[in-house]
């Protein structure tokens, strides 16, 4: 059997490959309607951080309030990711795999595990396996050279789940989890997160909404005994056109959302009650040629309980060198402002050099 193998050219517009699986480069066709792809990229970036919330590779929605303000630089290359994608009929399978699995040693060689992002099976509207939960809306989230890009505000979960698409429908059940720190877990959560979400798709862009349901098992901390609450969430998303080739990006989360929402600024239980979340993400998106472009960003997160409070900014300018070469610099803030008081924020910048395979 003759196996072609035709180059793909990516358009490496965004720097941003974690909203979805990365694009296949390399496409072997092997008859019968089977096909096998390879994809991926490698990334390289130079980050400084200053402030009083300690370093990071990348921002999440809580960190660690220092007492003096500190400085730290890196260079790194963990983002860099390889995919593989294989089609038989009907039936599509996907694996991708970072560098981000831990085990890092800078005093010698800066080795790295690969860490499991995607592994997931398809056929017609099924799909089963871990990915991106359906509550995203993927094309909602900013291009930035911070490998999660704007955490705070943003809806961002891998996790394994049973979904169901039909056009713009999806529904589906996947992996629970509570997230209560400071509260023993009793690992007894026996009803699985149902997700409802609907989007409307034009050429101006798209706007989703999506239902969270879900039952939270933790311990008491008044009398220790095993408890449980229920949690429902909301959210509206978007990705709109507005002149040339810009865009706008949003997201409004209101209701129970949790671990769901900002990456860990807010908490799934808070006096053992189900935590009420607001947060919100706005991105606009300026091509400034028809390679180089920036993006500015706000994001907040609130939650009502704890009281706990997050926001993050930044703003970037990317240039593609070639379809497959990309690099950008970046600079921007993040500040967290938990309920005990300890309030802090640092300041980082980013240069970032990306070669799509």
């Known amino acids: 059997m003759m196996i072609s193998q035709s180059r793909k050219l990516i358009v490496a517009s965004s720097m941003l490959a974690c909203a979805a699986p990365a694009m296949a480069g390399f496409e072997f066709d092997l008859g019968d309607g089977n096909k096998l792809k390879f994809g991926g990229y490698i990334k390289i ?10 370093y990071k590779d990348f921002w999440t929605g809580r960190g660690t309030v220092l007492q003096d303000d500190k400085s730290q630089f890196k260079i790194f290359a963990n983002e860099t990711r390889f995919n593989t994608t294989y089609i038989h009929g009907d039936v599509t399978g996907f694996l991708e795999f970072d560098l981000y699995g831990g085990n890092g040693n ?23 396996g ?31 789940m049973i ?27 026996n009803i699985p997160d149902l997700v409802a979400k609907y989007t409307f798709k034009d050429d101006w862009g798209n706007i989703s909404a999506s239902i969270l349901g879900r039952q939270l098992n933790f311990f008491n901390t ?15 998303a978007g990705n709109i056109k507005t002149f040339g080739k810009d865009d706008i990006r949003f997201q409004v989360h209101l209701g129970e959302t949790g671990r769901y929402t900002t990456v860990t600024t807010s908490q799934d239980v808070y006096n053992n009650e189900a935590e009420e979340t607001t947060a919100y993400l706005v991105a606009y998106r300026h091509f400034w040629t028809e390679t ?11 939650a009502d309980g704890s009281e706990d409070e997050a926001t993050q900014w930044s703003v970037n300018l990317f240039e593609n060198l070639t379809k497959e070469l990309a690099v950008g610099f970046e600079i921007g803030n993040f500040e967290m402002e938990p309920g005990t008081g300890d309030k802090g924020d640092s300041y980082y910048g980013q240069l970032s050099v990306r070669y799509v395979l």
């Open 45 to 54: 970036d130079a980050r400084y951080v200053d402030g009083d919330v300690a």
């Open 106 to 128: 800078e005093i010698i060689s800066n080795s790295y595990n690969p860490r499991l992002r995607h592994a997931f099976i398809k056929y017609q509207d099924w799909l089963a």
């Open 130 to 160: 871990q990915t991106w939960t359906t509550y995203m809306n993927t094309s909602a989230i900013p291009e930035t050279a911070d490998f999660a890009g704007a955490t705070v505000g943003l809806a961002f979960i891998r996790q394994g």
């Open 163 to 189: 979904r169901y698409s039909n056009s713009g429908f999806e529904f589906a059940v996947e992996n629970p989890e509570t997230y209560a720190p400071g509260v023993e877990d009793p690992e007894n959560d």
């Open 222 to 236: 008044e009398d220790g005994s095993e408890d449980d609450d229920y949690a429902v969430g909301y959210s509206l």
């Open 292 to 302: 180089m472009r920036s993006t500015f960003l706000y994001g907040m997160a609130e």
